[in-house]
């Protein structure tokens, strides 16, 4: 079937989204003006594939997942996700697609957890076998058999999660669409649920683009990353060379015995003082051991933590190099 074809089971090509606002300028007086929120994007996604699909606030990105769904339809350009066009056929493109927005939940909030699963069986139209086969399957793996009989609103961020992620499953999407899916969970509950959807994608072949501000993420779960800035795509490649595009580096947060000048160690610059801590940036490239042994033995040293790059700090970096460049 054409539509299954590996090479570009998502497609974009010079999609626009336009939107246009008006501001009130003084009295009776109002301005039109356009946001250009998607600008000429182009893109594709092979069958399989897990995408991370990145920027900072206000780049564009769920406004790119609004069309994808179609929820919003193009400005200009075209896209096909399974050789749909999204806008045009939104009901038959639903029960190819499984969508979880890590901020809202998708699930009923004063029913049980099972009741909202129910409710999906009849509106997506789920063979009965098959939504027990994948209802079974997916409360084993994601640990919810104690939590189904729960009203989504008693249940804990990660637990909501866990069940907003088997909701978005039930139907055997074909194509995940994930916003923020690890946004607020602890450390156990992220690498859980980043398990889960490795398996998911490894199992069945599901394709998948995740919206992210964790570079963890990124890093653990996508071989490439796609980077969008004021409605364009900046980098479309593996997250390796985003680092090196962005030329990033890391911080050392170095805690005292007590308050002291900046602290001068080689390949490394405090960039904070506060108090007795202080902030040291190193190259991402680096080991952080020589620099850790160093301080230890030259300044009283109380405690220390290293931080990475979040993605926003190495965009920054890009378009900061971009700018100068
Ligand atoms: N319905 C709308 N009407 C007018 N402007 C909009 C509308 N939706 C989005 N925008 C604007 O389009 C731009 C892109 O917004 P979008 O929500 O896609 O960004 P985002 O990358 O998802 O950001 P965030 O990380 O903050 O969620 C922003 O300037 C936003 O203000």
Redesign the pocket.
């Known amino acids: 079937m054409a539509e299954d074809m590996g090479e570009g089971f998502i497609e974009l090509d010079r999609v626009e989204k336009v939107?246009e606002?008006r501001k009130k300028t003084g009295f009776m007086k109002r301005e039109r003006r356009e946001?250009r929120?998607v600008d000429s994007i182009s893109f594709r996604v092979a069958r399989g594939e897990m995408v991370g699909y990145i920027?900072p606030?206000?780049?564009?990105?769920?406004?790119t997942i609004k069309m994808l769904t179609g929820i919003l339809a193009p400005s200009g350009g075209s896209l096909r996700v399974a050789g749909i066009d999204p806008s045009r056929e939104r009901q038959r493109l639903a029960h190819r697609i499984g969508v979880v927005f890590g901020q809202r939940t998708t699930l009923w909030w004063d029913l049980p957890l099972i009741d909202s699963y129910k409710l999906m069986h009849r509106m997506y139209r789920i063979p009965d076998a098959r939504y027990r086969e994948n209802l079974d399957r997916l409360v084993e793996l994601l640990d919810l058999a104690d939590l189904l009989d729960v009203p989504v609103r008693q249940l804990s961020l990660g637990q909501r999660m866990r069940g907003d992620i088997a909701a978005a499953l039930l139907h055997d999407p074909d194509v995940l669409y994930l916003d923020e899916p690890t946004i607020g969970l602890d450390v156990i509950s992220k690498a859980r649920v980043r398990e889960f959807l490795r398996e998911v994608n490894a199992e069945r072949g599901t394709t998948v683009l995740l919206t992210t501000h964790d570079l963890q993420d990124i890093e653990q779960l996508c071989s490439r990353v796609m980077v969008i800035d004021h409605g364009r795509l900046m980098y479309d490649g593996p997250l390796a060379g985003l680092h090196e595009a962005g030329d990033s580096e890391r911080t050392l947060v170095v805690d005292l015995e007590r308050e002291l000048p900046p602290i001068e160690v080689p390949q490394a610059r405090v960039v904070k003082v506060e108090g007795p801590r202080q902030w040291l940036a190193f190259p991402a490239g680096a080991s952080a051991a020589p620099l850790v042994a160093r301080i230890a033995a030259e300044y009283p040293l109380v405690d220390l933590s290293v931080r990475e790059p979040d993605i926003e700090a190495v965009i920054a970096k890009m378009y900061a190099e971009k700018a100068t460049a």
């Not at 606030?57 to 406004?63: F, I, M, P, R, V």
């Open positions: 939107f606002v946001v929120a920027g606030n206000g780049a564009g990105k769920s406004t």
